[in-house]
């Protein structure tokens, strides 16, 4: 998730944890239908790091970096030594090949959302042996701090006859093989004014695509969660170990291995709001689908399961979701009825979550401010516990029965300065889930 509402910036890191060259493209995806509003790719040399920060520009959104890792396209200068790039709208504003979806074509659609990071190659010479004839190794690696020459490896990323992916890759990248699984990384929302910050740990994937590079041009719309394996299976693991059976049969395209390996019944974490005159503590919940615009967008003319409906042209894709919660001393409300949500939802069935980035607040905290939010009223059980999100799945035969969800809980604490100190706090927390096999 990132966010440059409220006052919040998202500052976010990668490594490459390995002794070879790596590249991967680095995609931002806007809250309500998950348009792209910026991609690049971005050269990682051996054992390299690199960082950037999203932050607000005017009714907008910008990424800027200090890093001097290489990136395709090079990007423009920015202040006091930067690289920096704005969002854009044109996924959504009918700029072909795009068309609008409904939701508004105003530039603030950038201001929230979530991104993804694809390794789409890694080479095969170790960082003992690059030399001058390994072309993108070579130029990409640090000499003082700085790659030797990322107007090289810009220029290769644009070329097609090094584009071409198979087991190995082709042109300048024949020395590169198929992803890996050697980054890390992480996020971190921080409001530098009140002196908070909330980590948004990333979902990992592992052995996503182990058989054939991905490696695309940094203005191509790949690599997605539809590049992985041809024909995947799909492996949780259970005490750090994967399962010996696959989840379900799964089908091309991957990203219905996606969807079945992230699909949760139920979504389950803890609220704290404060009351009145006692405590300004708030909670909000960051509900992600990040495969839903392959079955209600993309392209499709009818929505496919496991979700509900469409997104086009209502500007909207709604899809039934039921809410118990619990205080800390077992009082309990089941099933939360529709008046205990603001906005009231007046989807199908009652209460819905209608955007790929959803923001459950409790007692209209609003900690994030986010644009996509969904208040939920906990008087009748009190200001702090924790719930239960159910979520069901659109019939199908494709092994779903939930909805393919990722997301955390931010709970944090703002008060006024007391005897010198500010006392300001928070955590973030990753949702739990359970599963109907």
């Given amino acids: 998730y990132y966010t440059v509402l409220n006052g919040f910036d998202t500052i976010l890191s990668v490594t490459n944890t390995s002794d070879r060259?790596?590249?991967?493209?680095?995609?931002?995806?806007?809250?309500?239908?998950?348009?792209?509003?910026?991609?690049?790719?971005?050269?990682?040399?051996?054992?390299?790091?690199?960082?950037?920060?999203?932050?607000?520009?005017?009714?907008?959104?910008?990424?800027?970096?200090?890093?001097?890792?290489?990136?395709?396209?090079?990007?423009?200068?920015?202040?006091?030594?930067?690289?920096q790039i704005d969002f854009t709208n044109a996924a959504y504003t009918n700029a072909p090949p795009f068309e609008e979806d409904g939701a508004g074509t105003a530039i603030s659609r950038v201001q929230e959302g979530y991104f993804e990071i694809i390794e789409m190659a890694i080479s095969t010479v170790p960082e003992s042996a690059i030399g001058s004839t390994n072309t993108i190794e070579f130029a990409t690696q640090h000499v003082a701090g700085v790659p030797r020459n990322c107007a090289t490896f810009d220029a290769a990323m644009i070329d097609p006859a090094n584009l071409t992916n198979a087991a190995s890759g082709s042109g300048v990248f024949s020395s590169f093989t198929a992803p890996a699984n050697v980054l890390i990384g992480n996020a971190t929302l921080i409001n530098v004014s009140n002196g908070t910050a909330f980590?948004?740990?990333?979902?990992?994937?592992?052995?996503?695509?182990?058989?054939?590079?991905?490696?695309?041009?940094?203005?191509?719309?790949?690599p997605t969660l539809g590049d992985g394996e041809i024909v995947p299976s799909a492996f949780q693991l259970i005490d750090g170990l994967p399962t010996t059976t696959a989840i379900a049969a799964v089908a091309a395209p991957s990203v219905d291995a996606i969807s079945v390996l992230l699909q949760a019944n139920n979504v389950i974490n803890e609220y704290a709001t404060g009351e009145a005159g006692q405590s300004s503590t708030k909670t909000d919940w960051v509900v992600t689908f990040p495969t839903k615009h392959f079955y209600t967008d993309d392209g499709v003319t009818a929505a496919l399961p496991p979700f509900?409906?469409?997104?086009?042209?209502?500007?909207?894709?709604?899809?039934?979701?039921?809410?118990?919660?619990?205080?800390?001393?077992?009082?309990t409300q089941v099933t939360v009825g529709q008046s205990q949500f603001s906005p009231r939802p007046n989807g199908p069935g009652g209460a819905t979550l209608c955007n790929e980035v959803n923001v459950l607040t409790f007692n209209n905290s609003a900690l994030l401010g986010s644009g996509v939010q969904l208040s939920v009223d906990t008087s009748t059980v009190g200001t702090s516990g924790w719930a239960n999100l159910s979520l069901t799945g659109a019939p199908g035969n494709n092994g779903i029965t939930g909805l393919p969800v990722i997301g955390f809980s931010a709970i944090g604490r703002n008060n006024a300065a007391d005897a010198g100190n500010n006392r300001n706090y928070g955590s973030g927390m990753p949702h739990a889930r359970t599963i109907v096999p």
Avoid: M
Avoid at 37 to 55: E, I, K, M, Y
Avoid at 58 to 78: E, H, M, Q
Avoid at 201 to 217: L, S, V, Y
């Fill in 21 to 83: 060259t790596t590249v991967f493209k680095i995609r931002w995806r806007e809250a309500k239908n998950s348009r792209e509003v910026r991609d690049f790719n971005v050269a990682l040399s051996p054992h390299d790091v690199w960082t950037a920060g999203v932050t607000v520009n005017g009714s907008g959104a910008l990424v800027r970096t200090f890093d001097k890792s290489c990136t395709s396209p090079i990007l423009p200068d920015g202040p006091n030594g930067s690289t």
């Fill in 199 to 222: 980590d948004a740990a990333p979902t990992a994937i592992q052995n996503f695509q182990d058989t054939d590079t991905i490696i695309f041009r940094p203005q191509d719309l790949s």
């Fill in 308 to 331: 509900h409906e469409v997104f086009a042209p209502a500007g909207r894709s709604c899809d039934p979701i039921a809410l118990s919660i619990y205080d800390r001393e077992e009082k």
